[in-house]
Structures are given as C-alpha cells and as structure tokens.
C-alpha cells in the first residue's frame, strides 16, 4: 500500500526552479543549518540495510529533529515509529492509521492507539485523512476511520498529520466541523493543493509541509503557492523513503534530503538556504511547543 498513496506532484505549469545543485550529503556545512524532517518514515524495509549510517547523514547536513511516522505497513504496526523516538532523543514519533489502509481498521486498533497516545515521545496523529486517487478503501471507509481518529487526537490533545489526495472537498469540511474548534492544529502534509485549500487550512492552525516534489519541474503551480503562504506556516519534509527530490528521482528518499527541500522554498521566497531552515525549524518547534534545546546536537 505504501507504494501507491504517496502524494502526487501537481500537473502544473512547467516551472524550473533553481534548487541547489550541491551535493548536500558530502557538502561540509559550516555553520550547520537548523534542519527538520517533519515526516519520514524510518521504520520502512528501504532502510534496513544502512539505518544508522543514514541517520548519521541527516545529522551531518543539520537535522536537528525528525518526525518518524508510526503508521507502519498498517495497523497492525502501530508502534512502528516508536523504537526510533526510545533510542534517540532527536526523533519523535506519531500514531495512527493511513487511508490506505482504513479498510483494516479495528476497534482494537482503537484503543491500542488510545494508550499509545500516551507515550511521552509521540507528539502527533498521523498521517490520517483521505485518499481519493485510488478507488479503494471506499470513501465511506476511509471518512469513518478519518473520523474516529479526529475524535481520539482531540482526546489525546496531539496535533494530527493529513495525508489528503484528490480529497480537499471531503477533507477540510470534516477538519472545519470537527478539528477547527479545537484549536490544537496540526500539519497538512506533502501539501499537493490549491493555494485556497492551503489557506483554509492555516485558518484552522494547521502549519503546509512542503516535500520534495517542490523542486519537480512540474511543480510550478506547487511552487507559487510556496512563494505566497506566510513563511511562519510552514514546515519542509521528506516523507522517506517516497518521494525523492529531483535528481535522485526513482531512487530512494532519506531525511538528509531535506536540505534540498530547504533550498527549493528558499528559491521561491528568495531567502538563504539557511533562513528557510531556521524558520521552518521554528516552526515546527512552536506547534509542538519545544524549545531548540529539546533538538539536542550531540545525540547520535
Ligand atoms: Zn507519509
């Protein structure tokens, strides 16, 4: 399922952007940036064979803190992300169940994801929402499971993470009824949509993360709304092992390349690779109400 369900670059305008040619992995980089990786699926089997050497290469480049999300292969891996945020102190983790898999959702699910809500290093729910662009789990399916897990974040008090693909009209109304008045907020991830859905979304708190298909030469349309929505708002990804950045397209994606993602918003906004990291770090520290020394440097 994780092979399909990724988000879909925009067919937009034919836009080519400038988005650093540097090698970052190899790049020495003095001062370090202030980097995060606001979705990055380290559990994955991509990862089995060099997990720790890179980990080690997000590090070098200035990853200060990644979002390992916990859906795992689907819901009978719930604690996917967890044994990344028990051993690092830099990583953090999220729960919950993918659109893709709603289908399998069960009430034990449920109140197995109630009590993991309550381990001090998951931050977020996520990625939950609607996916559209496949027939399949029907829509009915995915909105009851979307649903049910808005209902136990606002119990748990975290912040959700959305997958929403081919889906804004189904999705924001549900976010506006039931998620807006909470005012906990959240991230609307691998964001795909207009720059309206965008907006609508930073109505209700939620923080646009932006992944690697904004340095895509099609992504023109992606882009311009990069270049519009206010700078405090947003947050970069990976969403690895998905999703490579142009030039490494077909290969697989690590949180390192995150910088490149960091480059792409900079060249839209005309900032320093460095300014766009920072204040996407900011960012994600405010939503999740952690101050920068709660991203130590010398854990590894
Ligand atoms: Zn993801």
Redesign the pocket.
């Known amino acids: 399922m994780h092979v399909r369900g ?1 988000c879909a670059s925009r067919d937009a305008a034919e836009i080519t952007v400038p988005t650093g040619d540097q090698s970052p992995t190899d790049a020495v980089i003095n001062p370090p940036l202030d980097l995060v990786d606001s ?3 380290l559990d994955f089997a991509q990862f089995d064979a060099d997990r720790d050497e890179m980990l080690t290469r997000a590090r070098k480049v200035g990853v200060k803190t990644i979002l390992a ?1 916990g ?1 795992g292969e689907g819901p009978h891996q719930l604690r996917a992300a967890l044994p990344f945020a028990e051993k690092y102190d830099w990583i953090y983790a999220s729960i919950g169940i ?1 659109p893709d898999a709603a289908h399998q959702a069960s009430p034990a699910h449920f109140d197995e994801m109630r009590e993991l809500a309550r381990h001090p290093k998951v931050i977020a729910w996520g ?1 939950i929402g609607l996916d559209y662009h496949y027939d399949e789990p029907p829509r009915e399916v995915q909105q009851r499971v979307f649903r049910r897990q808005v209902e136990l974040a606002r119990e748990a008090e975290l912040p959700i993470i959305i ?1 929403c693909r081919d889906a804004w009209d189904d999705c924001l109304p549900i976010l506006e009824e039931m998620w807006k008045p909470t005012g906990i907020g959240g991230i609307l ?2 964001f795909t949509g207009t720059e309206q859905h965008a907006r609508r979304g930073l109505d209700m708190g939620f923080l646009v993360s932006f992944a690697g298909n904004l340095t895509y030469p099609k992504s023109g349309a992606l882009r311009q709304v990069a270049a519009k929505l206010p700078l405090d708002q947003m947050l970069i990804e990976t ?1 690895s092992p ?1 999703l490579s950045p142009q030039g490494r397209r077909g290969k697989r994606n690590e949180p390192a390349f995150v910088l490149e993602v960091a480059h792409a918003l900079a060249s839209v906004r005309n900032l320093a690779v460095d300014e766009a990291a920072t204040a996407t770090s900011a960012n994600f520290r405010r939503l999740f109400g952690m101050s920068a020394s709660m991203s130590p440097e010398d854990s590894s």
């Open positions: 990724r979705h990055a699926h999300i859906i993918h990625e997958h991830h691998c969403d998905f």
